[in-house]
């Protein structure tokens, strides 16, 4: 069966713009993930949609949004990109907790 | 709240060797524990996962972990390495519950393997 598909592989984008990240999850996995990964950080939860629901939000500022449309594809959005927000961003799907969460291959978004 | 420790950022082994890579949480309640590989510019693979069944899990790849209670670890083993092992591994904890579902990461241990 098909993986968690994320679009773009690879996004540059200049301070101030805005992005959007897209992330389609295993068919019949309801619950979608997003994380951040940097060097200095490390990996580092962003939010979890259920059902269109946002269920838990990590602590990250206001500019860092998601949605999850109702087929549980999953968008997050970074508005007035800076240049600490490059990093590699991966969209993780579960069916539930205990089956465990497959990752998408990432997009690595880089600020200029 | 969730915390994962892994000890030794690098680890460097030779081939045929044993792998250990440790990890230790903290949860106030009893956990899912989950290894995670990772090779460069990709996601994260899952390599096995503990969810309170037997408390020594198999994974693929040959590689194993083994949940102990008392000393809150879940360390990860492979008996003889492999070149194809060189990576980077992931512990991870994530909560029971069905309110919502996070994964909280340690920071990394990244595995050289010498020919």
């Known amino acids: 069966k098909a993986g968690v598909t994320q679009t773009p592989r690879y996004l540059i984008k200049t301070r101030g713009q805005q992005v959007t990240l897209s992330c389609s999850p295993i068919?019949?996995?309801?619950?979608v993930s997003w994380y951040q990964q940097t060097p200095g950080q490390g990996l580092q939860f962003l939010f979890e949609?259920?059902?269109?629901?946002?269920?838990n939000k990590g602590n990250f500022p206001g500019r860092f949004s998601g949605r999850q449309f109702s087929n549980s594809r999953s968008e997050m959005n970074v508005s007035t990109l800076e240049l600490g927000d490059s990093a590699l961003y991966l969209c993780?799907?579960?069916?539930?907790?205990?089956?465990?969460?497959?990752f998408g291959s990432g997009t690595r978004l880089t600020v200029v | 709240a969730q915390s994962v420790t892994q000890l030794g950022s690098h680890v460097s082994v030779s081939e045929g060797a044993l792998v250990l890579l440790r990890c230790n949480y903290s949860?106030?309640?009893?956990?899912?524990l989950f290894w995670y590989v990772q090779y460069p510019n990709q996601g994260l693979q899952l390599l096995l996962k503990?969810?309170?069944?037997?408390?020594l899990v198999k994974g693929i790849n040959g590689f194993e972990a083994e949940f102990k209670k008392s000393e809150t670890s879940f360390h990860l083993t492979k008996p003889s390495a492999h070149m194809s092992d060189a990576a980077e591994y992931f512990c991870?904890?994530?909560?029971?519950?069905?309110?919502?579902?996070?994964?909280?990461f340690g920071g990394g241990t990244r595995l050289m393997v010498k020919p």
């Open positions: 993780a799907s579960s069916l539930a907790p205990q089956t465990g969460y497959t």
């Open positions: 068919s019949g996995h309801r619950s």
């Open positions: 949609y259920f059902s269109e629901t946002q269920r």
């Open positions: 949860s106030s309640v009893p956990p899912y």
């Open positions: 503990y969810t309170s069944a037997a408390t």
């Open positions: 991870a904890v994530s909560g029971r519950g069905n309110a919502g579902n996070m994964l909280t």
